[in-house]
């Protein structure tokens, strides 16, 4: 079966177990953390997602009973708890609105989707024993992304984006829509590392490449040679859509590559960064209204479903009755949308964290920065 539809399914299970409490009883061993409508909510879904949560920053080294600390926990919780109360009127909603989905549909779905991935009954049953869920679990999920799905499609039926909507987005927000791809041959000479000796030699190098490309040299091939990037093993194409302004690379790097005028254009000066000398070839571009318009009106169209969701959802929640009985620990219930939009306490961050929310974002970082490469190590900005 394909990666992502186990991960989205297994993502999928917290929350149908949720989802169906306007129907079912409280499971085993469930506490009561909400009512909604009178019905009580079982804890399944938000201690899934907390411990889901609690398990990613385990890693982060924090110092146990720090304010760094016991923000990361408060966010924790906080985002567990709206998760799991989202899912619970996100199901309601669609009662609402008379949105089904029969046993016809799910079992339509697990045929495609999971039977057909397996040559017998025995190697399905020995999967859904490794994945810890039942059949009936599964198909619970299946229902829960039916309806998700359905619930989006009736938001879209009501969704118009004209030609003139999509003009004036591009005319708008051009320079965040055109993009180019590029090669590049990184001669490293990092500033504040290289001798000038150093910087010399590099340059020296960079114009003798330019001039065996000149001379018809294959592009990927002295990329490979000579490349100092972790793109050189691929020939020096970066996998990565650049747009005129874009910030997530060294603006030198970013000038260079929109300098260029035609597709296989390469520099006819070395590029210099603060990682060296980069000679970069144009491989590819997207530039003008209609090379963007799908792209465009796919944004458009996302946004303003987001928008109906949103406009729905507070007006279904704020003709509910909520009240929130699980106790936290770390957060204080500031924020929490579900009760501004009831009548209750507005929704305001609490700032008992002090300074603790920017060494968090500081500690995110440098754990992304531990954990994920990107073989752009000589053009990003980070």
């Not at 009831?342 to 974002?361: H, I, K, S, Y």
Request: hydrophobic share 35%; glycine share 8%.
């Amino acid at each position: 079966m394909k990666k992502w539809l186990v991960l989205l399914l297994i993502l999928a299970l917290a929350l149908c177990l949720l989802c169906a409490c306007g129907e079912d009883e409280l499971q085993d061993g469930e506490n009561v953390i909400a009512v909604i409508n009178g019905q009580e909510v079982g804890d399944t879904v938000y201690n899934f997602y907390y411990n889901y949560n609690m398990d990613s920053i385990s890693g982060y080294g924090l110092e146990e009973g720090s304010d760094l600390q016991k923000y990361f926990f408060s966010n924790v919780e906080s985002y567990a708890w709206q998760t799991a109360i989202g899912s619970v009127y996100a199901q309601l909603a669609c009662e609402e609105l008379g949105i089904k989905v029969t046993e016809k549909d799910i079992d339509e779905y697990f045929d495609a989707n999971f039977r057909a991935y397996f040559q017998t009954d025995e190697d399905l049953q020995d999967w859904l024993t490794e994945s810890g869920y039942t059949e009936d679990e599964w198909r619970e999920v299946i229902k829960s992304q039916l309806y998700s799905e359905r619930f989006q499609a009736h938001l879209e039926e009501g969704v118009e984006i004209s030609d003139e909507d999509i003009a004036a987005e591009y005319e708008a927000n051009a320079a965040n829509y055109d993009t180019r791809r590029v090669s590049h041959i990184l001669i490293s000479a990092a500033e504040g590392e290289a001798s000038e000796e150093e910087m010399v030699q590099a340059e020296l190098t960079a114009r003798g490449i330019i001039r065996q490309l000149d001379d018809g040299a294959d592009f990927a091939e002295l990329a490979k040679e000579y490349s100092a990037d972790g793109s050189a093993d691929n020939g020096g194409v970066l996998d990565y859509d650049i747009t005129r302004e874009d910030a997530r690379l060294v603006p030198g790097f970013v000038a260079g590559s929109w300098a260029l005028e035609n597709i296989g254009d390469y520099s006819e000066e070395p590029v210099k960064t603060e990682f060296g000398y980069h000679i970069i070839r144009l491989d590819s571009e997207k530039i003008g209204l209609e090379a963007n318009q799908e792209e465009i009106a796919a944004a458009l169209r996302e946004e303003a479903v987001s928008q109906a969701y949103s406009d729905y959802m507070e007006d279904f929640i704020s003709k509910s009755t909520y009240e929130r009985v699980l106790e936290f620990q770390y957060w204080d219930g500031s924020g929490d949308p579900f009760l501004a939009l009831t009548g209750g306490a507005p929704a305001e961050e609490g700032t008992e964290a002090g300074d603790a929310e920017d060494e968090a974002a500081d500690t995110e970082e440098a754990v992304k920065e531990d954990v994920e490469g990107n073989g752009e190590e000589g053009v990003s900005a980070e």
